[in-house]
């Protein structure tokens, strides 16, 4: 069931909020088409503002969402801090509503909402979702909420992007292919069945991958034979030709009308190396105060691209498009407190301490624990689409 979140839709009601002006400055476009970054208005920048302490605490437990993936139960995991599940983002010139569960079916009802991406994707799905596990298809879960008749659904889409393993030119058979020009065909075939899409991608770019463009290989990402020609795209060039590809195909699709949300590139927060070479997270307990944010290039560069990428959809956009960029890169920034860490599995004898030679035991910095941080994004979605469908009021 959905709640702010895993509380009940159907059953509880979170405390009602006076209505607020929210108004939103539009992203120049073509014609009368309909694009935001949303938060950007006269009255109030969702995204400008500060993270504050909230004695009240999350609306719902980790005990009492059984969807939560074991390695973001960083409670039933062990970890001993709590108080990163406390702190709320406040915008500086209104407030962030928590979400609304009532609010949220009546204004979807009878529609279906569609979280697309990867397993932050399916990370912010479970904070929005419970109910007991699906056993369907792995690839395309469904919710059904009988009294709205309300559907959220996940699909998975590691690139957003045309996968193949087939042999091209110098690439081998078996290495995985990038078309970047072409949207993942599986996904553009249930775009039209839905109402709302919130759409993420990003972190798989850094997972071993040749990159084709017009059926010529253009590049690659650990991988890359010596005595080729020069690489022409990066993993990065490539993120952001992906989110204009993708974009650009939802936007475009005859089918298709409903409100496109992009959830921007989410941080992450591995100090003193990679995932896999001892970053790690461990012992941050609150988020970093303003004058504290160390700046990531590499997550810069991949929200610069990802914005380039939604400016180029927005040119070929139709009339009947509408689209919004939940801006959430700097305001997550810094949340280092919210990651799992070392806390990534409830084994009562695994290392969470640095060893006698100071390294770091394995640890998730990328992921989000639940309850915590990521419970915010569903109170931005939810404010997205209720300026959508009742308007800036």
Same mark, same amino acid.
């Given at each position: 069931m959905v709640?702010?979140?895993c509380?009940?839709l159907?059953?509880?009601?979170?405390?009602?909020?006076?209505?607020?002006?929210?108004?939103?400055? %539009?992203?120049?476009?073509r014609?009368? %088409? !309909?694009?935001?970054?949303?938060?950007?208005?006269?009255?109030?920048?969702?995204y400008?503002?500060?993270?504050?302490? !909230?004695p009240q605490g999350?609306s719902y437990?980790?005990?009492s969402?059984?969807?939560?993936?074991q390695m973001? &139960?960083c409670?039933g995991n062990?970890?001993?801090d709590?108080?990163?599940?406390?702190?709320?983002w @406040?915008p500086s010139?209104c407030?962030?509503?928590?979400?609304?569960?009532?609010k949220?079916l009546e204004? $979807?009802?009878g @529609?279906? +909402?569609?979280f697309i991406?990867? %397993?932050?994707?399916r990370?912010?799905?479970e904070?929005? #979702?419970?109910?007991?596990?699906?056993r369907g298809?792995?690839r395309?879960?469904r919710?059904?909420?009988?009294s =709205?008749?309300v $559907?959220i659904?996940?699909l998975?889409?590691?690139?957003?992007?045309r996968? =193949?393993t087939?042999?091209?030119?110098f690439? /081998?058979?078996?290495?995985?292919?990038?078309? +970047?020009d072409?949207?993942d065909d599986?996904?553009m075939?249930?775009? /039209?069945n839905?109402?709302?899409?919130?759409?993420?991608?990003g972190h798989w770019?850094?997972?071993?991958?040749?990159?084709?463009? &017009?059926?010529?290989i253009?590049?690659?990402?650990?991988w890359?034979? &010596?005595g080729?020609p020069? $690489?022409k #795209?990066?993993n #990065?060039?490539?993120?952001?030709i992906s989110?204009?590809?993708?974009l650009?195909?939802?936007?475009?699709?005859p089918?298709?009308?409903?409100?496109t949300?992009?959830?921007?590139?989410?941080?992450?927060?591995y100090?003193?190396?990679?995932?896999? =070479?001892?970053?790690?997270c461990?012992? @941050?307990?609150?988020?970093?105060?303003?004058?504290e944010?160390?700046?990531?290039?590499?997550? &810069?560069?991949?929200?610069?691209k990802?914005?380039?990428?939604?400016?180029?959809?927005?040119?070929?956009? =139709?009339?009947?498009s509408k689209?919004r960029?939940? !801006?959430?890169?700097?305001?997550f920034?810094?949340?280092h407190d919210?990651?799992p860490g070392p806390?990534?599995n409830p084994?009562?004898n695994?290392i969470?301490?640095?060893g006698?030679?100071?390294?770091p *035991? *394995?640890?998730d910095?990328?992921h989000?624990?639940? *309850?915590g941080?990521?419970?915010?994004?569903?109170?931005?979605?939810l404010?997205?689409?209720?300026?959508?469908?009742?308007?800036?009021r």
């Amino acid at each position: 069931m959905v709640a702010c979140c895993c509380l009940s839709l159907e059953s509880r009601i979170m405390r009602s909020f006076s209505p607020l002006y929210y108004g939103i400055k %539009s992203l120049q476009a073509r014609g009368d %088409s !309909d694009f935001h970054f949303d938060g950007y208005s006269l009255g109030c920048d969702l995204y400008n503002g500060k993270w504050f302490y !909230d004695p009240q605490g999350p609306s719902y437990t980790n005990n009492s969402c059984p969807i939560i993936t074991q390695m973001q &139960n960083c409670q039933g995991n062990g970890r001993p801090d709590k108080e990163y599940e406390n702190w709320r983002w @406040k915008p500086s010139k209104c407030d962030l509503p928590r979400f609304d569960a009532k609010k949220f079916l009546e204004l $979807m009802r009878g @529609k279906t +909402l569609a979280f697309i991406g990867d %397993s932050v994707a399916r990370n912010q799905m479970e904070s929005m #979702v419970e109910v007991p596990q699906n056993r369907g298809n792995k690839r395309m879960q469904r919710w059904h909420f009988v009294s =709205t008749s309300v $559907m959220i659904v996940r699909l998975w889409s590691s690139w957003l992007v045309r996968e =193949t393993t087939e042999k091209i030119d110098f690439a /081998p058979e078996g290495v995985t292919k990038l078309h +970047l020009d072409a949207p993942d065909d599986k996904l553009m075939e249930f775009i /039209p069945n839905f109402d709302v899409i919130v759409i993420s991608s990003g972190h798989w770019f850094a997972k071993q991958s040749v990159y084709v463009l &017009n059926n010529e290989i253009v590049g690659g990402q650990l991988w890359w034979p &010596n005595g080729s020609p020069p $690489m022409k #795209v990066n993993n #990065v060039d490539a993120f952001g030709i992906s989110v204009g590809t993708i974009l650009s195909a939802i936007l475009t699709h005859p089918n298709y009308t409903g409100l496109t949300i992009v959830r921007s590139f989410s941080p992450d927060h591995y100090e003193g190396g990679a995932w896999n =070479t001892g970053g790690s997270c461990t012992g @941050k307990e609150k988020p970093l105060a303003i004058g504290e944010l160390v700046e990531n290039g590499f997550t &810069n560069i991949m929200h610069e691209k990802q914005v380039s990428g939604f400016e180029r959809a927005v040119k070929k956009a =139709t009339s009947k498009s509408k689209l919004r960029l939940m !801006d959430i890169t700097e305001v997550f920034s810094y949340r280092h407190d919210g990651h799992p860490g070392p806390y990534r599995n409830p084994d009562p004898n695994k290392i969470t301490k640095r060893g006698p030679d100071g390294k770091p *035991p *394995p640890q998730d910095c990328l992921h989000w624990c639940m *309850p915590g941080p990521i419970d915010t994004w569903n109170e931005l979605v939810l404010e997205i689409i209720r300026r959508e469908f009742e308007g800036n009021r």
